[in-house]
């Protein structure tokens, strides 16, 4: 049943935990919108062999679990092919998410360079802009105002995705946190609870964050 | 070169040319779109400072000229020529070959664009519209670039615009600045493809008075898609009429206005004087 002296005693720890929870989350997603945008822009390479390879990528990511990416990065890409051994749970844990969203954040800003107008790319042209110039100064900045809602939603599925990271041992997000002590206490429901209240606040309040930024993109002429 | 927003010189002369040197040429051009033949084997061409308009029913190829002028498309067959130069080829070993990315890069500055839809890039004020290209493509300094830009909203009435973005632009307005925009490269060649058909009648005028004095001031060869026939009348030289891919008559505009000899011209001009 419900303790409160359980309930008060822990919630410092999920507090702490949270820290991880959001060092996962603010890396994981700034690695996907980095990594997004180069595939993206891969996929729209002139060379037709480098735009293959990016969509099989793309798709591999896509189609995996994320868990099995964890596994992999976990056992054999971070310590064999980036040499760092043992290699870092967190830090294995913020490559995956990065890079499992990444094939998410893609179709977005993919999704977002072709809503660009066909005529842009002709001024562009008309105007003899480098191609390199084009993507900087017309076309990406056009592009990426209107997906930023949509780069939020997946921030906010990565957030909650970030309990997974306890398959790696050693990441004391919030769930690893509260089972720690829920096993030292025989008590889990108040630690559990608190998560979920955490992720429920922090969650509905990036939702909101979104929505407002849905309804100022709205309201723009461009 | 100078450094003078606009060529020098004025009216009709273009200034000890040799006579065979054209600044558009078109040999035995076709372009087809699939199956569809939308210029068939075309030839034309225009003298330096020349304003020529094209008119002709939609679907005609009017505006397929000056896209393939500006590369936006390929040729099927046949060349373009541009000041002495191939435009859709390049010569290689003696030969000519088709074009390559480098190739239509160097030759396209050549040739400027103005846009039914304006295409002005929204997210950048409307000076830097302007001097980006100069600055990015010509290697001007950001001071050089933005004194002839200043010269060249002030051309087309709009000094006072430089700091607004193009969304708070009427259609008129933004039309103007493309027209800066396009002069601002310099270009020996200004294609005009319906640049008034997208605007509210009231804001034509506006927009025809900037190129009637363009057309007055400078000898900037033009290239013209317009359904403004009485602009058309005003700044051009010669007109020519277009149907399925070829000229059917081409003719000074009085001439060609007033007493057109072809059928298809007579019923053209019936139509579009009817609409009006």
């Known amino acids: 049943m419900w303790d409160w002296d359980n309930a008060i005693e822990v919630f410092p720890l999920i507090l702490k935990g949270l820290q991880v929870t959001l060092i996962a989350t603010v890396f994981g997603a700034a690695l996907s919108y980095v990594l997004g945008l180069i595939f993206a822009l891969l996929r729209m390479s002139r060379l037709g062999w480098i735009r293959t390879i990016t969509y099989w990528v793309v798709e591999f990511i896509r189609t995996t679990p994320l868990v099995v990416q964890l596994f992999f990065l976990f056992y054999f890409f971070v310590p064999n092919v980036l040499g760092i051994r043992p290699a870092d749970p967190l830090l294995v844990g913020i490559i995956g998410l990065g890079l499992h969203y990444a094939g998410y954040t893609s179709e977005v800003y993919r999704a977002g360079i072709e809503g660009v107008p066909r005529g842009q790319w002709e001024a562009a042209t008309a105007l003899s802009l480098p191609q390199a110039r084009v993507w900087r100064a017309v076309i990406l900045p056009q592009a990426i105002p209107k997906v930023l809602p949509a780069l939020g939603n997946y921030t906010i599925a990565m957030f909650k995705e970030t309990p997974l990271l306890i398959v790696l041992g050693g990441v004391n997000e919030m769930v690893n946190m509260a089972k720690g002590f829920g096993g030292r206490q025989f008590s889990y429901v108040e630690a559990y609870t608190e998560v979920a209240a955490v992720f429920l606040v922090l969650s509905i309040s990036a939702a909101l964050l979104v929505q407002l930024m849905e309804r100022r993109l709205g309201r723009q002429r461009v | ?276």
């Open chain 2, 1 to 276: 070169m100078t450094t003078a927003p606009l060529a020098e010189g004025s009216g009709e002369s273009s200034g000890g040319e040799p006579a065979t040197h054209f600044m558009v040429q078109f040999d035995k051009v076709v372009k087809k779109f699939g199956e569809q033949v939308v210029l068939d084997e075309l030839d034309f061409t225009v003298t330096p400072g020349e304003r020529v308009t094209l008119i002709g029913p939609s679907g005609s190829g009017k505006t397929t000229i000056l896209r393939l002028l500006m590369t936006l498309e390929r040729v099927t067959s046949g060349h373009i020529w541009v000041d002495g130069d191939p435009l859709s080829h390049m010569w290689q070993g003696g030969s000519l070959v088709p074009a390559n990315e480098k190739h239509l890069r160097a030759t396209r500055t050549k040739i400027g664009m103005v846009f039914q839809q304006f295409n002005l890039f929204p997210n950048m004020r409307v000076l830097r519209n302007v001097t980006e290209a100069p600055m990015c493509v010509l290697g001007l300094s950001k001071d050089e670039a933005t004194e002839r830009a200043r010269e060249l909203l002030e051309m087309v009435g709009l000094a006072d615009k430089a700091g607004a973005y193009p969304s708070q632009l009427s259609g008129g307005q933004q039309q103007r600045v493309a027209i800066a925009r396009a002069l601002a490269m310099q270009p020996k060649i200004l294609l005009l493809d319906e640049v008034t058909s997208a605007l509210d009648p009231e804001l034509v005028a506006d927009v025809l008075n900037v190129l009637r004095d363009l057309a007055q001031t400078t000898d900037i060869t033009m290239l013209c898609v317009t359904h403004e026939m009485q602009f058309a009348r005003d700044i051009s030289h010669r007109v020519l009429m277009f149907d399925k891919g070829r000229i059917v008559e081409e003719a000074p505009p009085e001439q060609l206005f007033s007493a057109p000899q072809h059928d298809r011209t007579k019923s053209f001009l019936r139509a579009v004087l009817e609409a009006h």
